[in-house]
């Protein structure tokens, strides 16, 4: 299930502001390249309808940390290129695949461009906020993932990350605390083999 939610994290809104324009693909590339480090608490739903709740925490580019509240122990974390499912009840160390299968690697890019040809498949506004549905152009099959983002000033909200297997996992941000700083071995997946004994 935790790799599911990897490739099928969500961000919900918790706030909506009045009635605003559609944010340009531009404009949300610009806001997507300025957030270097972000974190903030989440409560996750699950495809099956369980809660799960932690902190997260993003170092564009190519990073990103799940780390679960108890009763749940899991990690789920993202550096060097991959992605690692760290699961206490598993003794073979943790499950890993590469970052570049998923896609929340869209918005870990270095360089964010939504107006690449065949990355946007979907663009609108509910005159609250603005959806854009984006995948890998060059691999659409390993699924898409849906921004959701508030304007005045531009936030990221909520996104909608279905998996090749079409499961959808939603993910709901407290409130994103950006610029801080984050230390490169919070997503250095060896040193966390070596904390978990693994």
Do not use: C
Not at 59 to 87: H, T, W
Not at 99 to 115: A, D, F, G, S
Not at 163 to 169: A, E, I, L, Y
């Amino acid at each position: 299930m935790i790799r599911r939610v990897f490739l099928g994290a969500a961000f919900a809104v918790l706030a909506m502001p009045a009635a605003a324009e559609k944010l340009s693909l531009s404009a949300i590339s610009n806001y997507l390249n300025g957030l270097q480090t972000a974190t903030a608490d989440f409560t996750q739903i699950n495809g099956d309808g369980t809660l799960s709740t932690g902190q997260v925490f993003i170092k564009r580019p190519g990073r990103i940390r799940f780390e679960y509240n108890p009763p749940e122990k899991s990690l789920v974390m993202a550096g060097g290129g991959q992605v690692a499912v760290f699961d206490p009840k598993s003794n073979t160390g943790p499950d890993r695949f590469p970052l570049n299968q998923t896609p929340l690697k869209i918005i870990l890019e270095r360089n964010v461009n939504l107006n690449r040809a065949k990355m946007v498949t979907g663009h609108s506004s509910d005159g609250t906020t603005t959806t854009v549905r984006a995948q890998d152009p060059e691999n659409p099959e390993y699924g898409h993932i849906d921004l959701v983002f508030t304007s005045n000033p531009v936030e990221l909200r909520q996104w909608v990350v279905t998996d090749n297997g079409g499961s959808q996992t939603t993910v709901i941000l407290g409130e994103l605390s950006k610029g801080g700083r984050i230390g490169d071995i919070k997503f250095n997946i060896s040193n966390e083999m070596k904390k978990w004994g693994q």
